[in-house]
C-alpha cells in the first residue's frame, strides 16, 4: 500500500481543515481502505466564537459525505470539551448522543455529525483517521484475528473486541485507550469493524493509516493469503427473461420496483464457483455497517421462498432478544449468487445496486483470503442484527421521505440522442428511472456519466443488434418498464410523384418495421415488470392532418399507430399499455436549423415567431412539452388508459 501524499497537491491547502480534507480524500481514493461512506476523520481546531473567545472544535466528517469526495462543508465543527464531557457519561442512549452532537455544532446548517465523533474527540491527537480496511477485517474476521493482530504490530496499536459502533464503543475505546497508549502508540484496531491512526499532522496520521495497513497486506502476503488462486469460471449467463423474471420477484418481496445490476466478470462467477461457496458466503458481512447495503447474507442460488423464510427466522429470533421493539425490513436479498451468471446486486436505484457490488467484490477479497489464513468468521447473527436494526437506522426508515415515481424502474428510449428523445431521457432520469438511451449516433454513449443512465449506439433497424442492446441493458438495469418508441427519420419534402422506392423504404424501414421488432423483442420483459409495462409511442400530427410532400412520413406514423392501436389490443391482457402522443411543430430538435426555420416561415410569409406558434392556443411547443406527455402516460395518471392518441400541438383546426 502506497501513501498518495503529493507535495504540490498539499500545497494548495494552507490551513488544517484544508488539509483534512486533502488526506481524507486521499483514503477515500483507495477503495481497499473504504467503500461508500464508510470510514470517517477529524481535525481539532481552536477558532474564536462570536465573543472572540477560544473555542476548541473537533471537526469531524458529517454522515451523508463519501470520503473520496467530501470537502469543508462535509465536516461538523462539534464543540470538543462538551463531545470528552459526555465520554464521561456512564451510559447515553444513541438518540440523546446524536441530539447531543447535533445541538452543540456552531454550525446550525453542517451535517450531522459521524456518530464516532465521541471516539474522535477522546483521541488526544489533532488529526484522526479511521478506516475499515480490507486488509484489516480479513485479518480480524478470523477466528484467531486478535493473535494475529498483536503478532504483527506488537504493543504499537490497542486492539478493541468488537461492539457495536454508538456511545458504548466510544466510551470502551476512552478508558482501554487511557490505559494502554504509550509513547510508541501508532493505532488502534478495532476488532472485526476496522482501524484507528492519529497523529499532530495530517501528513503523518494518513501515512501512519498507510503504514499499518500495508504491514497488514505484508503479513497476507508472507502468510500466502494474498492472491487467491482461482479457475477458469463455466459462464452460463441467465436469459433476460429470467434475469426479468428474479427482478419482478424480488420486487413482489420488498414492495416496489427495484434494479438488479449483474457482475458477470471471470472473479465473480468464479467466487459463484467456489467449491466452498455454501459456507463461505453463509458468515456474514466484513465490516458491520455493510449490512445496511448486503442483508447479513446473499442469497445462493434462487430460491427467493427459502431466503425470506430464512430471514423472517433471523428477526424474529434476534428482534426477541433486542430492548426495543423492531421494526422488520423487507426480507429480500440484496446480494444474489448464481454460479453461472456471476454477483447480482439489488438495490432501491442503480446506483444502490452498484454499492452493493462495490462492496461484495471487496467482501470477495476478504473471504478468499481469510479463507487462505485459516478460515473467515464473521460476527454473529446477533451483532449483525444489532447493527441493522440499530435505533439510529430504523429512526431513518421512520422519516425517509417522497421517492421519485419512476425509482427503481427502468426506460429504454430510441432516438435518445437529441431533440423529443433526449428530452425524454432527461424527463426520465429526473422521475428517478434508470434509462437505457439508444441513438444511432455514438455520441449517446457520454451523453450522461451517471449510474442511472446507459447509453448505446443502435442501429434500430438491425434486429440482432437490438437484441443485443436489450440484453445489455437486462445485465446492467434487471429489466424492462417503459418503452419510447422516439427514433424516426423525416426526409425532407418529397411529392408522390416523384418519390423514389429507395427513399420510401428507408422511412418505412426506421420509422415503422423497426419499431414492429423493437416491440417482439421487449415484449417478453415488458411483461414481467413489476408495475405492468408501458409503451409511450411519438406519433405525428401528419397521422390525423397530413401534409402535401410528407407522404412517407405520414403514411409510416399512420401505419406505426395502427400497430401500435392494436398491439395495446393484443398486451392489455398483460397489462401492459400502450399510448401514443402526437406532436406537432417541435422546432427545437436537430432537424430544425436556424436556416430551414426562416425558409418555412418565409414560405408561409411569416415571422419565425409567428409559424412556430401558428396553433389555436399560440403556444410554442418544445421537446421538453412531449417528455413530460411521455412521462404522464408511463405514470399513474395514465395507469387506467391504453391506445389512447393525444395531441400535442396547441390545438389544430385539423384535428379537432
Ligand atoms: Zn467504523
Known sequence: MKSLWDDAEASQYTDDLGLRVYTSQLLGRDASLVLHGGGNTSVKITEPNI????????????SGWDLETIDRPGFAPVSLD????????????????????????????????????????????????????DAIVTITNNPEGKKRIQEIYGDR?????????????????????????????EGMVLLNHGIFSFADTAKESYERMIKLVGEAEDYLKNQNAWDVSSNPPKIVEKTSVALSQLRREISQVIGRPVIL???????????????????????GPATPDHVIRTKQLPMI????????????????????????????????????????????????????????????????????????????????SKDIFDMEYWVLEQAKLKKSGSSPEFLGEVALVTGAGSGIGKACVDALLAQGAAVVALDINSDVETLYASENFLGLACDITDEAQFQECLDIAV???????????NAGMFPGGCEVAEMSTSLWRDVMAVNLDAN????????????????????????????????????AYSASKAALTQLCR??????????????????????????????????????????????????????????????????????KLFSKTTAAQVPLDGGNDRVL
Not at 465573543?51 to 458529517?62: R, S, W
Not at 445485465?475 to 418508441?485: A, H, I, T, Y
Not at 398483460?574 to 401514443?580: A, T
Open 51 to 62: 465573543f472572540g473567545e477560544d473555542h476548541d472544535l473537533l471537526y469531524v466528517k458529517g
Open 82 to 133: 462538551h463531545l470528552i464531557r459526555l465520554a464521561e457519561l456512564p451510559s447515553l442512549s444513541d438518540p440523546d448522543m446524536v441530539n447531543e452532537l447535533r445541538s452543540n455544532m456552531t454550525n446550525a446548517s453542517a451535517p450531522t455529525p459521524s456518530v464516532e465523533a465521541i471516539l474522535h474527540a477522546t483521541l488526544p491527537f489533532k488529526f484522526v483517521d479511521h478506516t475499515h480496511a
Open 157 to 185: 496499536v490497542v486492539i478493541i473486541d468488537y461492539i457495536m459502533p454508538g456511545f458504548d464503543l466510544a466510551r470502551l475505546c476512552a478508558e482501554q485507550f487511557a490505559k494502554e497508549a504509550h509513547a510508541g502508540t
Open 261 to 283: 445490476m449483474s457482475d458477470s466478470s471471470d472473479k465473480a462467477i468464479t467466487f459463484a464457483q467456489h467449491e466452498k461457496i455454501n459456507t463461505l458466503a453463509s458468515q
Open 301 to 380: 442460488g434462487d430460491n427467493i421462498e427459502a431466503y425470506t423464510q430464512a430471514y423472517k427466522k433471523y428477526f424474529t429470533e434476534n428482534s426477541a432478544l433486542a430492548k426495543d421493539e423492531k421494526t422488520m425490513l423487507d426480507p429480500a436479498p440484496r446480494v444474489i449468487i448464481d454460479s453461472g451468471h456471476g454477483i447480482i446486486g439489488v438495490g432501491k436505484s442503480a446506483k444502490d445496486a452498484k454499492i452493493v457490488l462495490d462492496i461484495f467484490d471487496h467482501t470477495i477479497d476478504v473471504i478468499l483470503r481469510a479463507d487462505q489464513l485459516s478460515e473467515y468468521q464473521a460476527l454473529s
Open 475 to 485: 445485465r446492467v438495469f434487471g429489466g424492462l418498464d417503459m418503452l419510447v418508441l
Open 516 to 551: 414492429l421488432n423493437i416491440l417482439k423483442a421487449a415484449h417478453p420483459i415488458l411483461t414481467l415488470s413489476p408495475n405492468q409495462g408501458r409503451v409511450a409511442v411519438i406519433g405525428s400530427k401528419n397521422v390525423t392532418a397530413p401534409g402535401p410532400g410528407a407522404a
Open 566 to 635: 392494436i398491439t395495446a389490443m393484443e398486451w392489455g391482457r398483460d397489462g401492459i399499455r400502450v399510448n401514443i402522443v402526437h406532436p406537432d411543430a417541435v422546432f427545437d430538435t436537430g432537424i430544425w436549423t436556424e436556416e430551414v426555420l426562416e425558409a418555412r416561415a418565409k414560405h408561409y410569409g411569416m415571422t419565425i415567431e409567428a409559424y412556430k406558434t401558428k396553433n389555436i392556443l399560440g403556444a410554442e411547443i418544445k421537446s421538453s412539452d412531449v417528455a413530460d406527455m411521455v412521462v404522464a402516460m408511463c405514470g
